[in-house]
């Protein structure tokens, strides 16, 4: 194989149109060449008269040495050493990405573990989610935190990641192995969306199932029990016992989280985020980044923004969804939580991400290990106060919030949340220290995207689910401070997105089965 990097294209090309025009350029006879591998694709939109992809290539070649490229070398694979033997099959809470990538870890070299999961499979799932999207009724147990696939699946579907390591490769195999597009092995900002999540999970569940591995669903953890030698996990549909107990529970996971606290399980704070979410029409963002000259056929543009301000406080837009849509993804009763969600098309009329603030660990007093996750709470349910107390989310234009006086009208961006939402001023609960740095925020970004602080834009109330407030320590086995159980995953602090959940718990599942 050779790589060549940096190659800019300027029209839309097929496979086979693309792998001429490479050959052709690079000087290649088509005699010598066997095979082209795309390895990058990414967008250059930074001269928007002059918008063109940028492709990164291994080509296969019958005589290397008469070329003069970069020769690519291949790297072993990593041989997992199998040492566990035990009685006991490996246990997993939660089949969100760390949970459901610890188990595809166990199964491919040969444990069969049991997954437990409150909620329902994806196929209930779909139903109680758009029950509530409809009609406001909530099923705590099942809903867009809880259930197959955990949180991520009624997302954006993003695989990107501020990680390095050498698991992601897998992480984007086994995605694309059980129906996700090619194209997520190489796109630079690869996405699954929604619609192909939901038939992605059904395949690796018959897959984990073929292999002998066990789902229980709507089996809720009640409590542990430990000893030395095994740990005792009690549901509500009965206890089970293992020596390999796997904490993939996701940020949501409050009950458990008071659970474990009175277990004296080593948990302390983390810095976390909360705010809101912004939209604004997708075609003024296309044109922000990608300009009115470009006649290539280009996916609904993105935008990644970040303002440091005062006191240690910054705002930045999280999960942007391009032509998604705002989605209600509250788990308890009285509260609203708010998240954006994209299929994979992209088709709809608005953008939306989350205008983040970071809450820091000193912001609360006394030594509660919780104290952050109280704070999301009452968060949420001012929200739900402000929105009529009838699951209608609180909104409030930009022009408006800039202005701290309440909406009394909708102008030309129409908000997307269901299943309703009532007009108001989001000043009159955010936290001062987040309106200040959000509104400084929004004037900055405006300055990178025109329109940015448009006047119509909408602001929905509340995000607090960006990641866990809290992290549950774990040694250099990634054991909790109880044997026999390992803190996992995004809820548990390790993780914050479905690629570093999974290459988490991949991790996870490597250090049981080699210990």
Same mark, same amino acid.
């Given at each position: 194989?050779?790589?060549?990097?940096?190659?800019?294209?300027?029209?839309?090309?097929?496979?086979?149109?693309?792998?001429? #025009?490479?050959?052709?350029?690079?000087?290649?006879?088509?005699?010598d060449f066997i095979s082209l591998d795309i390895v990058k694709k990414s967008i250059d939109a930074r001269?928007?008269?002059?918008?063109?992809?940028?492709?990164?290539?291994?080509?296969?070649?019958?005589?290397?040495?008469?070329?003069?490229?970069?020769?690519?070398?291949?790297?072993?694979?990593?041989?997992?050493?199998?040492?566990?033997?035990?009685?006991?099959?490996?246990?997993?809470?939660?089949?969100?990405?760390?949970?459901?990538?610890?188990?595809?870890?166990? *199964?491919?070299?040969?444990? #069969?573990?049991?997954? *437990?999961e409150q909620g329902s499979c994806v196929e209930d799932r779909i139903r109680y989610v758009e029950e &509530?999207?409809?009609?406001?009724?909530?099923?705590?147990?099942?809903?867009?935190?809880?259930?197959?696939?955990?949180?991520?699946?009624? +997302?954006?579907?993003?695989?990107?990641?501020?990680?390095?390591?050498?698991?992601?490769?897998?992480?984007?195999?086994?995605?694309?192995?059980?129906?996700?597009?090619?194209?997520?092995?190489?796109?630079?900002?690869? =996405?699954?969306?929604?619609?192909?999540?939901?038939?992605?999970?059904?395949?690796?569940?018959?897959?984990?199932?073929?292999?002998?591995?066990? &789902? =229980?669903?709507?089996?809720?953890?009640?409590?542990?029990?430990?000893?030395?030698?095994?740990?005792?996990?009690?549901?509500?549909?009965? %206890?089970?016992?293992?020596?390999?107990?796997?904490?993939?529970?996701? =940020?949501?996971?409050?009950?458990?989280?008071?659970?474990?606290?009175?277990?004296?399980?080593?948990?302390?704070?983390?810095?976390?985020?909360?705010?809101?979410?912004?939209?604004? $029409?997708?075609?003024?963002?296309?044109?922000?980044?990608?300009?009115?000259?470009?006649?290539?056929?280009?996916?609904?543009?993105?935008?990644?923004?970040?303002? =440091?301000?005062?006191?240690?406080?910054?705002?930045?837009?999280?999960?942007?969804?391009?032509?998604?849509?705002?989605?209600?993804?509250?788990?308890?009763? %009285?509260?609203?939580?708010?998240?954006?969600? +994209?299929?994979?098309?992209?088709?709809?009329?608005?953008?939306?991400?989350?205008?983040?603030?970071?809450?820091?660990?000193?912001?609360?007093?006394?030594?509660?290990?919780?104290?952050?996750?109280?704070?999301?709470?009452?968060?949420?349910?001012?929200?739900?106060?402000?929105?009529?107390?009838?699951?209608?989310?609180?909104?409030?234009?930009?022009?408006?919030?800039?202005?701290?006086?309440?909406?009394?009208?909708?102008?030309?961006?129409?908000?997307? &949340?269901?299943?309703? &939402?009532?007009?108001?001023?989001?000043?009159?609960?955010?936290?001062?220290?987040?309106? #200040?740095?959000?509104?400084?925020?929004?004037?900055?970004?405006?300055? $990178?995207?025109?329109?940015?602080?448009?006047?119509?834009?909408?602001?929905?109330?509340?995000?607090?689910?960006?990641?866990?407030?809290?992290?549950?320590?774990?040694?250099?086995?990634?054991? +909790?401070?109880?044997?026999?159980?390992?803190?996992?995953?995004?809820?548990?602090?390790?993780?914050?997105?479905?690629?570093?959940?999974?290459?988490?718990?991949? #991790?996870?599942?490597?250090?049981?089965?080699?210990?």
């Amino acid at each position: 194989m050779i790589r060549i990097d940096n190659i800019n294209i300027f029209e839309d090309l097929n496979e086979a149109e693309l792998t001429n #025009k490479i050959l052709k350029k690079n000087k290649i006879s088509p005699n010598d060449f066997i095979s082209l591998d795309i390895v990058k694709k990414s967008i250059d939109a930074r001269d928007k008269r002059n918008v063109h992809y940028n492709y990164s290539v291994n080509i296969e070649l019958k005589d290397e040495s008469k070329y003069n490229f970069k020769h690519i070398e291949e790297v072993p694979e990593y041989k997992i050493k199998l040492n566990r033997k035990s009685e006991y099959k490996p246990i997993i809470i939660g089949s969100g990405p760390a949970g459901l990538f610890c188990a595809l870890t166990f *199964i491919d070299n040969g444990y #069969k573990p049991i997954i *437990i999961e409150q909620g329902s499979c994806v196929e209930d799932r779909i139903r109680y989610v758009e029950e &509530y999207k409809t009609t406001g009724h909530l099923n705590e147990l099942c809903n867009v935190q809880f259930g197959e696939g955990g949180a991520g699946t009624f +997302s954006d579907g993003k695989l990107t990641t501020g990680i390095n390591s050498p698991y992601i490769k897998n992480v984007l195999e086994n995605f694309h192995k059980f129906g996700a597009p090619k194209e997520i092995l190489y796109l630079n900002k690869p =996405h699954i969306g929604t619609d192909n999540l939901i038939n992605i999970l059904k395949n690796i569940r018959n897959y984990i199932e073929s292999k002998g591995g066990e &789902y =229980h669903f709507n089996t809720k953890l009640l409590d542990l029990e430990s000893n030395k030698e095994t740990v005792k996990v009690i549901t509500n549909n009965g %206890e089970y016992k293992t020596d390999a107990l796997v904490l993939a529970i996701g =940020h949501s996971a409050r009950d458990t989280f008071k659970m474990l606290k009175s277990k004296n399980m080593n948990m302390q704070r983390k810095n976390f985020s909360v705010g809101v979410r912004i939209e604004h $029409k997708q075609s003024m963002i296309n044109e922000s980044q990608y300009g009115s000259y470009t006649k290539l056929n280009l996916p609904p543009a993105e935008y990644k923004l970040v303002y =440091h301000g005062s006191d240690n406080r910054s705002c930045y837009s999280f999960c942007m969804c391009p032509g998604g849509e705002v989605i209600a993804s509250s788990s308890e009763k %009285e509260s609203i939580v708010t998240n954006g969600m +994209s299929v994979f098309k992209r088709d709809k009329e608005n953008a939306n991400a989350a205008l983040l603030v970071n809450v820091l660990t000193t912001d609360f007093e006394g030594d509660d290990p919780l104290a952050g996750m109280h704070f999301q709470a009452e968060l949420e349910k001012k929200a739900f106060i402000l929105g009529g107390s009838n699951y209608n989310a609180p909104i409030q234009r930009v022009e408006d919030f800039l202005n701290d006086v309440p909406s009394t009208k909708i102008g030309s961006i129409i908000p997307s &949340y269901k299943p309703g &939402y009532t007009l108001c001023n989001l000043n009159d609960i955010l936290p001062i220290f987040v309106s #200040k740095t959000l509104k400084e925020g929004i004037l900055s970004f405006d300055h $990178k995207i025109r329109g940015f602080a448009h006047p119509d834009a909408i602001l929905t109330g509340v995000e607090t689910r960006s990641s866990s407030p809290i992290t549950i320590q774990r040694n250099e086995r990634l054991m +909790s401070n109880i044997p026999f159980i390992y803190p996992c995953g995004e809820g548990a602090g390790f993780a914050g997105g479905i690629t570093s959940a999974a290459v988490d718990g991949i #991790k996870v599942a490597i250090s049981i089965i080699e210990n």
